[in-house]
């Protein structure tokens, strides 16, 4: 029999025996159970609603707060910012939002060039600013939905932009686009079913190509300088006509006035002088004294130096001298 040499110091296995085993296993089942625990409470966010799916059918919506739900994976939550506005934005990109926020155009020239009615060419850039309706359809009735709605906004717009000149695009269109987009994205987000609301499309930027500005620049302005002198002399027209137009009513009116008040002046000198011919031929002595005393009552007060003199009195030339030619 040989000898054999145990060395103490050397670590031996662990050896495990039965109480050992039931420990592990209650420690796996408590950490099992803190688990599903843990999966089965869920909170949803004040802008937020929950799609829970049970084996992957849907069963039904949940609102902002914390709720349960059957452990996973039994049962799945899905959260959907229902109260959030999101955006999508077509023909660039920002780069930094902040205060100053920072866009950029870098290779989205595809994107954004589009050809108008008249077979020019404008570059158009807009925001679709949007809320998810309906969950539901958001999840599962579309696949890659936020594609689908980018795909729809550019055939919108596309389709919108061919139908008009590029004058009306760049200038006096810019709203009337912005509505007919919306109305037409909003037809198509209920064909399909994405659940999406379009609250909002804005055109940011709609100019010519970078290749023709310049000379496009030049052509707006003289474009605005054309309007300008209309602008002027509509104001200077305005500003004489009604002038000359009423100077020549006041003009109308004043003489209308003067014929009146001669034709009323007229009448009465007739009727009065009529008056006293039939006075003067019913006592023609009386008629004469009244009228000589009616006449000096209006001469005698005007008359600055007055003589009186007898009826045989001579001449009354010496009196007149005395008076310094006054």
Sequence with gaps: MSNQVFDFNRPRPPSFGPGTFRWVSTAILIALVLGLGASAVFTIEPEEEGVVLRFGKFTRVVEP???FKLPSPIEQVYKVPTQRQLKEEFGFRTTQAAVRSEYS???LEDERLMLTGDLNVASVEWIAQYR??????FLFKVRNVRSTFRDMNEAVMRE????????EVLTIGRQEIEVEAQRMLQEMCNEYETGIQVEQVVLQNVNPPDEVKPSF?????AQQERERLINEAKTEFNKVIPAAAGQAEQTIAQAEGYAVERINRAEGEAARFTALREAYEKAPAVTRKRLYLETMSEVYPKAKTKIFTSEG???VLPLLQLQGGK
């Design 313 to 315: 009195a001579g001449n």
């Design 132 to 137: 998810v309706r309906d969950p539901y359809q």
């Design 217 to 221: 620049d030049e052509v707006n302005q």
């Design 105 to 107: 155009g870098r290779g």
């Design 160 to 167: 919108i932009i061919g139908d008009r000149s590029v004058t």
């Design 65 to 67: 707060g914390l709720h």
